[in-house]
Structure formats: structure tokens, C-alpha cells
């Protein structure tokens, strides 16, 4: 389930920013199938993917995680 939140969290950022799919992909250097795969949440954002993800979308970590995330406070 948490995966699940946090993708939709970067999802919602990512939209919110004005960007495609495709726009985030080359911020981060990855194919538009991975970052296809990240929004629907069957594949793990490790602590390093996060931090380009927090990078590229110019928002916090901390506000990529969902609230009571396992994660939050440790990336």
C-alpha cells in the first residue's frame, strides 16, 4: 500500500508541475517505461531513485512520502 501512495504522490506532483511522463524520464535520465512503472507503483523507488525523483519535480522528500512513511525521515 505504501508503494502504491507514494506513487501516486509523484504522479500528483509530477502533474502538478506541469509535466509529462516523458518530460520527468528525461529529467531523470530513465525510459518513459520506468517512470510509467514508478506512477503505477510495481516498481520500488529506492532511497537514490527518490532523491532524482525529489530533484527533477524541485520538491522536498519529505513531501514525496507519504505521512507515516517508513522511509520519511530516513532519505
Known sequence: ME???LAY???A???LKGLTQSDLADRLGV???IVGT???GT???DERMLARISEALQVDIDELL???S???GDA
Open 9 to 11: 504522490r509523484i504522479r
Open 38 to 40: 514508478i506512477e503505477r
Open 13 to 15: 506532483f509530477r502533474k
Open 66 to 68: 507519504p505521512p507515516g
Open 43 to 45: 516498481r520500488r523507488v
Open 31 to 33: 525510459s518513459l517505461a
Open 3 to 5: 508503494r502504491q501512495a
Open 70 to 72: 517508513a522511509m520519511k
